[in-house]
């Protein structure tokens, strides 16, 4: 069974403090702004897992755009973190552990990345499919916005 936890929202004060538009780029600086979305703990690993998670406007799922320059704070802050990116077609989720990919502005979710099952291995079908459709609804309504 898998548990999620919101890491983010004790960083939410902090972080709004560094969007000013003269806020210090440094290396802690960047650590925080990019710290992973969620923190999972695993009943059958015994381990956590820290995943940022990204949904994204993609016509299709061989072309997700994601930033080059935070993927790289990703890989040098977070490298044993899962990104798992969310898109309005084909398996919706997927899932890839950041240390995995490689810095560049445009993936392929086919073959950058995972079925998000084949990595978190405990999530059952169902709940998939309940939260793969609930995702649509929410990208449906964002588009007519």
């Known amino acids: 069974m898998v548990h999620f936890l919101l890491i983010r929202a004790r960083l939410h004060g902090i972080e709004v403090k560094l969007k000013v538009k003269d806020a210090k780029k440094s290396r802690t600086v ?7 979305d969620l923190l999972v703990f695993s009943k059958d690993r015994k381990d956590l897992l820290l995943v940022e998670v990204k949904m994204r406007k993609a016509p299709d799922e061989k072309r997700i755009l994601l930033y080059a320059n935070r993927m790289s704070d990703y890989k040098e802050f977070w490298n ?10 084909g398996n919706v989720f997927y899932a890839q552990k950041a240390g995995e990919l ?21 999530t059952k079908e169902e709940d998939v499919s309940h939260f793969r459709n609930k995702a649509l609804e929410i990208m449906q309504r964002l588009k007519k916005v």
């Open 102 to 122: 490689e810095i560049k502005e445009e993936y392929n979710a086919l073959t950058d990345f995972v079925r998000f099952e084949e990595i978190f291995t405990e």
């Open 30 to 36: 960047r650590r925080i702004k990019s710290s992973p």
């Open 80 to 89: 044993d973190s899962v990104l798992v990116i969310v898109v309005p077609c």
